[in-house]
Structures are given as C-alpha cells and as structure tokens.
C-alpha cells in the first residue's frame, strides 16, 4: 500500500466545506454503473456506498469501455468538471481499454499519451479546488498452472504510478490491492467473484460479491492513505448483503444523442 503526500488529505466538512462532499468516479467498465439487461454484472463503484457515509456522496461517472483518450474525446471529463466542488474528490481508473493497440479511438501510449491524459484530469480536478486521486486498474481473473495470480495491465498501472509520485497525487494502487486478494483466493475461489454465468466465463467483470469485495479495497486504501478520515467510512469489516446490489431498468447512454 503506498502513502499518500500528507498535503493530499481531503478537507474535512469542520474546515470550511459546510456540505455534502462528493466522490466523482471517472473510469472503465471495471467500476460503472450497471443496469438490469447485464445482471449479474456488478461495477465496484456500485458498492463503494456502502463503505462511506452519508456525508460522502458517489457520482459514478465511469463507463462501459473507455480509455483516458475515449473519455476525455467525449467530453465525459468536462461535465464532471462542470460540477465538482472545492473539496470534492476525482478518483481516475483508466488502463483497461487503453491497451486496445488495435482501436485509436482509445489506444494510447503507457509513457506518453496515457500519462499525459492523466494529468489532464488531475489538473483539471485541481483547478477547481477539488482532490484528484489516481486508481490503478483492478486486476483481471488470470493464474499460470501452479495458482499464481498474474498481472495482465502492462506499463500502465507503472506509468500511473510515476505521475502520482510526479505531481504529488495520492494513489490508490487497485492492481496490487486486488492481485493479492486473488492470490489469496486462489483460481477455484475467485470464479465466485467474476461474472461467470451459465454462458458466460467474465474474468474481467465482477458481479456482486466481486464489486463489493473490490469496493472494500477501494475504501480502507482511501482511509490508510488519508484521503478519507475514519469518520467518512463504515462498515470495513463488515459483511455486506449482496441483496443489497440493484440494477435500474434503463440505461440512459441509450438514450444519449
């Protein structure tokens, strides 16, 4: 687990931010939203409520196959920017579709492109005096003959981690967090957190007890890091229903122009 700059602690509600503070969540397929046609898939971001409290707000803006590059050519980015408050918080986990080489509308470059884009949303969360945090990429469901959990992200949760240390950003590093809980789990255990279904073998996709478990990873690293205090968290080591995962009737990008 790495530790954040100690500047890049949240300001707390008694220091000036007299209101709600909001969690923004730009990022891939790994952490969105999810509605009822893809049931039982389940992004971490639709759990990571149930480990923060109520005066911690989640808008999940992440979705279904972008990249850093996809993203921000949408205009995704700028309206989470048109929004976001000093105090709130961006956290950015890109990687997945960034290493699509064979699609330019989201490829990019690890060393360059990608770092680049990256700063982009750190600048921009800075500039409107809010905290942005980088996340690694949540690792896939893949082990070698002998049961050991493989990285499957390349050099980019690597070049991630240098623009944290470059700019002084807090990290989240979701690829390690995770590749050691599926270590601990093993290649058996961990088909019971990844989307497999009658007809289908997802080792990138979670479904409910997957997110939540993800979820967890995200709000403890947020606490030791010191971007949340223990009073924006809750129930950490507690065990959460999967009752409690819904999916929405519709999805609204089907009715984006």
Do not use: C
């Not at 759990?47 to 707000?57: G, I, M, N, Q, Y």
């Not at 105090?87 to 997945?96: A, M």
């Not at 590093?173 to 989307?195: H, M, R, V």
């Not at 959460?240 to 122009?257: C, F, Q």
């Amino acid at each position: 687990m790495g530790a954040a700059p100690a500047a890049a602690a949240l300001p707390h509600p008694s220091r000036g931010h007299h209101r709600m503070r909001t969690l923004y969540i730009a990022g891939d397929s790994t952490a969105a939203q999810k509605y009822a046609a893809a049931a039982p898939e389940t992004g971490w971001g639709m759990a990571l409520p149930f480990f923060l409290r109520k005066d911690v707000r989640v808008a999940n803006h992440a979705i279904n196959g972008r990249s850093t590059k996809s993203f921000l050519d949408e205009g995704r980015l700028d309206t989470i920017l048109a929004a976001i408050r000093p105090g709130d918080l961006l956290l950015i986990q890109f990687g997945h579709n960034d290493q699509k080489i064979d699609d330019p509308t989201r490829y990019t470059e690890p060393w360059t492109s990608y770092q680049d884009n990256l700063r982009r949303y750190v600048a921009g969360a800075r500039e409107r005096g809010a905290l942005p945090v980088l996340a690694t990429s949540v690792e896939r469901r893949k082990f070698d003959a002998s049961g050991t959990a493989l990285r499957t992200l390349g050099e980019y949760p690597a070049a991630m981690r240098e623009v944290a240390r470059e700019e002084g950003v807090a990290l989240v590093d979701i690829q390690e967090l995770s590749l050691a809980l599926w270590q601990k789990l093993g290649p058996e255990a961990t088909t019971a957190y990844f989307n497999w279904t009658p007809t289908e073998r997802d080792n990138t996709h979670f479904n409910p007890p997957g997110a939540i478990a993800v979820a967890r990873l995200v709000a403890a690293e947020l606490l030791h890091i010191r971007v949340l205090a223990p009073s924006d968290t809750r129930r950490l080591d507690e065990e959460i229903p999967v009752e409690w995962i819904t999916w929405p009737d519709a999805d609204p990008e089907e009715n984006r122009p």
